[in-house]
C-alpha cells in the first residue's frame, strides 16, 4: 500500500504558473505509475496526467496539454505537476493517484490509491 499527500494549491491569476507535489510513503514509489486528476464542482473527476514508473512515458489531456508538465523524482518518492498559463477553467480539488497497471488508461478506475486533493483556484 502508497500513502499519498498533496501540496502545492493555492489562488492564483489566469496566466500565471503553480506547482503541485505529491509525496508518497509505503510500498516502493517506482512500483506505481502516477497521476493527476481533477475535480471541479458538480463534475466528474477527470485525467489530467499520467507519468510511467520510470518517467520515460508521459500522457495528458487534450484540455492542459503544452501547459502542465508532470514529473517524478523517484529518489524523492515524488511526483510533481507543474501548471503554466492557468485558466479560470482549470479550477478544481486536484488529486494525485497510484496505480499498479503499467500503463494505466486515463480513468480513475484503474488507480488504486489517492490523496486527499489539494485546491487550485484561478482568478479571471
Known amino acids: 500500500q502508497v500513502q499519498l499527500v498533496e501540496s502545492g494549491g493555492g489562488v492564483v491569476q489566469a496566466g500565471g504558473s503553480l506547482g503541485l507535489s505529491c509525496a508518497a510513503s509505503?510500498?516502493?514509489?517506482?512500483?506505481?505509475?502516477m497521476g493527476w486528476f481533477r475535480q471541479a464542482p458538480g463534475k466528474e473527476r477527470e485525467f489530467v496526467a499520467f507519468?510511467?514508473?520510470?518517467?520515460?512515458?508521459?500522457d495528458y489531456s487534450d484540455s492542459v496539454k503544452g501547459r502542465f508538465t508532470i514529473s517524478r523524482d523517484n529518489a524523492k518518492n515524488t511526483v510533481y505537476l507543474q501548471m503554466n498559463s492557468l485558466k479560470p477553467e482549470d479550477t478544481a480539488v486536484y488529486y494525485c493517484?497510484?496505480?499498479?497497471?503499467?500503463?494505466?488508461?486515463?480513468?480513475?478506475?484503474?488507480?488504486?490509491?489517492w490523496g486527499q486533493g489539494t485546491q487550485v483556484t484561478v482568478s479571471s
Open positions: 493517484a497510484a496505480s499498479s497497471t503499467i500503463v494505466p488508461p486515463p480513468s480513475s478506475r484503474r488507480y488504486h490509491y
Open positions: 509505503g510500498r516502493t514509489f517506482s512500483s506505481y505509475a
Open positions: 507519468i510511467s514508473r520510470s518517467g520515460g512515458i508521459t
